[in-house]
């Protein structure tokens, strides 16, 4: 009783009232990946350079005297190579995006995050800032020293070399983004002339501004918090999805040892516990953890496994490419193609060809001109000269090719219709060409909508013809 009391006649100090600030969030550590060389890195470096290549150099080539890929949304025509859609084609878009995810799901359920590793812009980017980090300031070591050491006119030339390397690639980069909206020729000569477009320098820079924050400075950060690609990787996988894998049963325990030691003597496993598999990782995790879903599948911690294994003299692919199944049952490389083709990935397979088909057969018999016709709400029906009812239409005709077109028009539906109008209309190359036309029928009881049909025939090209229906009215 007595020692309650003296418990609650404690005054309390200012410092019992302090509170204590606890953050719930991990503050950011730098990752210096460490180069490596070997298969995987490899593969990479020849995915950079066939995507950089075609994303530079596209857009300066040309095509019958223009821009061969250009999406122009001023004149809301875009062209690839021969190829002239219209907003009207954007069922083609969506075929494109349809495929593209079943290609992503079908890719992942077999060899996981394969686009993540080699492919994805943030990745392409990444290696390239890092390889002019590393041409200025060295390699992981020499830049834990830089990072580390006072400021000093050699840092400080390092440090502004490196960046203005950065910034001139990223502006680059950025003119040639916006080079696929607007004609990249006449950019050029307009940013020389300092006459760009108020549109044009906000693009150049904003992707400019995002290539320098994202490849420069967030790099993992973007793959681990930003990109949702790493939320549901896992809904896409199973047990027989390659990944990157650490063999626990062969590397552990782990320990460090001499090249001459023998390690199963000392009940040793084949992993020397050299932690070079974190130090090469873009995200900076490690891979004898297990598979996290930081780890995009780049390869690299296999590579430079195989590296040691090796001056070790010892068996390649303690850390490699490998299903969840084939570790637990012990199989072989054919064992594991075999089961490649379980039924998600057939299913898979099936409806991306089938889709593809239908948008190649559909592009194929795509007519490069298309009609729309409006009724003029002016004067839904007339009668003119000798009693006859007249209709009057306006129709739109959009050139999809790069020729132009004399297209005749007739219509059919209904008996002695006529067209009123020029039978003959010039459509200049993907030009779209509007039009008012008139029909008439002879005089007639029968009233009401009647069902007629617009015929247009290239004169040019035989294979271009369309049929547009509409309706023709007879008032009572």
Request: proline share 4%; with cysteine; glycine share 8%.
């Amino acid at each position: 009783m007595s020692s309650a009391t003296e418990l609650t006649q404690t005054p309390q100090t200012d410092q019992d009232l302090d509170e204590i600030e606890v953050s719930l969030y991990e503050a950011r550590k730098k990752i210096q990946p460490r180069s490596v060389s070997g298969t995987f890195a490899k593969w990479r470096w020849a995915l950079v350079w066939v995507t950089q290549i075609l994303f530079y150099g596209v857009p300066w080539f040309n095509w019958n005297g223009r821009q061969a890929v250009l999406f122009d949304l001023l004149s809301r025509r875009f062209y690839l190579g021969g190829l002239v859609l219209y907003p009207q084609d954007f069922v083609y878009l969506t075929g494109l995006l349809v495929m593209s995810a079943l290609s992503l799901f079908l890719f992942t359920a077999v060899a996981g995050r394969l686009w993540c590793g080699y492919a994805c812009p943030q990745t392409v980017y990444t290696e390239i800032f890092m390889w002019f980090e590393k041409f200025f300031e060295g390699d992981r070591a020499a830049r834990i020293r830089l990072d580390d050491a006072p400021l000093s006119g050699a840092k400080f030339a390092r440090r502004g070399a490196k960046h203005l390397a950065w910034v001139v690639f990223a502006l680059w980069t950025g003119f040639t983004f916006v080079g696929y909206f607007t004609p990249i020729r006449n950019q050029f000569s307009e940013v020389l002339s300092g006459s760009l477009g108020a549109w044009q320098t906000f693009w150049i820079f904003f992707y400019s501004f995002a290539t320098y924050g994202n490849a420069g400075f967030m790099r993992e950060q973007v793959c681990k918090y930003m990109c949702p690609y790493a939320r549901f990787q896992s809904a896409m996988f199973d047990k027989d999805t390659l990944i990157v894998t650490y063999d626990t049963a062969r590397g552990e325990p782990r320990g460090s040892r001499g090249k001459k030691v023998d390690y199963k003597e000392k009940g040793l496993g084949a992993c020397v516990d050299c932690t070079l598999c974190v130090q090469v990782c873009p995200t900076g995790i490690d891979i004898r953890k297990g598979l996290q879903y930081e780890c995009i599948g780049c390869g690299a911690c296999a590579d430079v496994c195989d590296e040691v294994m090796d001056k070790f003299g010892y068996e390649r692919g303690l850390v490699k490419y490998s299903t969840q199944n084939a570790m637990t049952n012990g199989w072989n490389r054919s064992q594991i193609v075999q089961r490649a083709m379980r039924p998600r990935v057939l299913i898979y397979s099936t409806i991306l060809a089938a889709i593809a088909v239908a948008v190649g057969v559909s592009l194929y018999m795509r007519v490069p001109m298309k009609v729309d016709v409006i009724r003029d709400r002016g004067a839904l029906a007339r009668m003119v000269e000798q009693g006859r009812i007249e209709n009057v239409y306006r129709l739109q005709i959009m050139n999809a090719t790069e020729q132009k077109q004399d297209v005749a028009i007739a219509v059919e539906g209904m008996p002695g219709i006529v067209l009123a109008s020029e039978p003959t209309v010039e459509v200049l190359p993907t030009e779209v060409r509007t039009l008012a036309v008139r029909v008439q029928i002879p005089p007639s009881n029968d009233s009401g909508a009647h069902p007629i049909v617009f015929k247009l025939q290239s004169q040019n090209d035989p294979a271009i013809h369309l049929d547009e229906k509409t309706t023709f009215l007879v008032p009572r």
